[in-house]
């Protein structure tokens, strides 16, 4: 999943610019894994990206959205699974049983919105290589000629904006199976590389920039390396192209090149990049991105696990970009739903410590996990978000902070006393993590 060969022919410097304040400022985003997969959607809930061996990893994979390709793999259970269920149908029929009949874009950009999300990536097309557009060569494998015969894209992204968020587009720019097959079903990060190929994913993303204008351009796993120079079809065009319709416009760090506006971790994986200046980690409320019916509450963040993940990232100066996996029919699964309507009621009450925060300076406080507290700033006030009741004392050190003048962000005042080199709190009964502001003095504010 991570970039590959750099290609240093290419001179980035007259795109790179200042990451657009809204993408750091915004910390949630709602990334949206919807496709055939979603008809069968099974897999073996094995354990996150990262912290499985490739080897079990290939036969055991828990992303539901690689069905087509784990089922490719004699032994694995998932094709098993297949033969048992489905017996030989072709993974294209699961196009055609994808009927999409409870989307409610509308209903999805609400839930989005209430969870505390401020941009939506949904994928456009996923390693299948079926657009949820009607994507120029793709001939009626999308979404408009068959299954649930419409414009995915155009719906949700009226629905999200409707709702003032952002919307951004995810797309599979490395692997793509129904123009190269498998390859090697063992090597799955074998990745088509020719011309051909970087033309007609070319195409297809300046294709999404001049009909849908997206916020996010989230490209995966690499772009094709015969796409990666100056010519009209290069990247460096397309980057270009897609600034000058999208002046706030960001593209993350997929591209297996040195541009890039953020970069990206995936679950454990790739946490390396979480040290860059604007980064964003990307997870499933569960192991996988697409729907899994396999996965229970033991696989799923549950709403309290979900806000310490994001506060987590955002003390360290990250967003989290959170997956949904909808059901075929358009369905947000209730498990997924509980946690993003858990998660939005808390950010209702403590957003103030996450929309627009950034990390503390360490020299103010840092992190403890007993008690688990994590610290936050705007550049007026610091952010202790405790997750424990009752009297609680934190280490935090530096006279640039009002210590005695601390509240909730809803206002409600905390009775702290300094101690020895720190402070102790007596915090509210919460349901999940307490916040408690402190005025800063203006010397020490977030990192730049
Ligand atoms: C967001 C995730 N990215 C990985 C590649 N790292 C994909 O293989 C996976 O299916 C999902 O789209």
């Given at each position: 999943c991570e970039?590959?060969?750099v290609?240093d022919?290419v001179?980035?410097?007259?795109l790179?610019?200042?990451?657009p ?5 915004a ?5 949206v894994?919807?496709?055939a ?10 354990g996150?990206l990262?912290?499985i061996d ?18 490719q793999l004699?032994?694995a259970?998932a ?5 048992t269920?489905w ?10 049983l994808?009927?999409?009949e409870?989307?409610?874009a ?9 969870a505390?999300a ?5 994928v456009?097309?996923?390693h ?11 001939g009626?494998r999308n979404?408009v000629?068959?299954?649930?015969q419409?414009?995915?894209v155009?719906?949700l992204?009226a629905a999200?904006?409707?709702?003032g ?17 498998f390859?090697?079903p063992?090597?799955p990060?074998l990745?088509?590389n ?17 009909r849908y204008?997206p916020?996010?351009?989230?490209n995966?796993?690499?772009w094709p ?10 990247l ?5 192209h897609?600034y000058?319709?999208v002046a ?16 990206t ?10 040290s860059a200046a ?5 997870r ?5 991105f697409?729907y ?8 799923s963040?549950d709403a309290?696990?979900?806000?310490r993940?994001l506060v987590?990232?955002?003390s360290?100066?990250g ?5 949904v ?5 358009g369905?947000?699964?209730e ?5 993003l309507?858990?998660l939005?009621a ?40 405790v997750d424990?009741a009752g ?14 003048a601390s509240?909730t ?8 006393q300094?101690?020895d080199?720190?402070?102790?709190l ?7 993590p307490a ?9 020490v504010?977030?990192r730049?």
């Open positions: 970039a590959g060969p290609d022919a001179d980035w410097t007259d790179t610019r200042p990451t304040a809204w993408f750091p400022a910390r949630l985003g709602i990334f894994h919807w496709g997969y979603s008809v069968p959607a099974w897999a073996e809930p094995t996150e990262g912290t490739e080897a079990t990893w290939v036969r055991h994979n828990p992303y539901a959205e690689w069905y087509w390709h784990t089922i004699p032994g259970p094709r098993e699974h297949h033969r269920v017996g030989d149908r072709p993974y294209d029929d699961f196009l055609d994808w009927k999409a409870s989307f409610d509308a209903a999805w950009a609400r839930l989005f919105r209430q505390g401020r941009y939506v990536v949904l456009t097309k996923h299948d290589g079926i657009a949820l557009w009607d994507a120029p060569g793709t009626t979404t000629h068959r299954g649930p419409r414009d995915l155009a719906e992204a999200v904006r409707a709702e968020l952002r919307f951004g587009t995810y797309y599979s720019g490395g692997l793509d199976w129904s123009v190269t097959g390859l090697d063992e090597q990060l990745r088509p020719d011309a051909a190929y970087a033309a007609y994913a070319a195409v297809h993303v300046r294709d999404l920039v001049d204008a916020d996010v351009l989230w995966d796993i690499e390396d015969a796409g990666k120079h100056r010519g009209r079809l290069g460096h065009e397309l980057f270009r897609y000058d319709a706030e416009g960001v593209v993350n760090d997929r591209w297996g090149e040195t541009h890039w506006d953020y970069r971790s995936e679950y454990q994986h790739a946490r390396e990049n979480e604007v980064w964003e980690n990307n499933g409320i569960g192991l996988s697409g899994n019916q396999v996965e229970g509450p033991e696989h963040l309290h696990a979900a806000v993940h987590d990232v955002v360290r100066g967003n989290l970009l959170l997956d996996g909808p059901t075929a029919a369905e947000i699964p498990l997924q739903r509980r946690t309507e858990g939005g808390w950010l209702a009450a403590n957003g103030g410590a996450v929309h627009g925060a950034a990390p503390l300076s360490p020299a103010v406080a840092t992190a403890s996990d007993e008690p688990w507290v994590r610290w936050t700033a705007t550049p007026t006030t610091a952010y202790a978000v424990a009297d609680v004392t934190v280490r935090a050190d530096h006279d640039a902070v009002d210590w005695a509240r962000p809803a206002g409600t005042a905390v009775e702290a300094p101690v080199g720190g402070l102790a007596r915090l509210p009964p919460a349901d999940g916040v408690v502001g402190f005025p800063l003095a203006g010397t504010g977030p730049a």
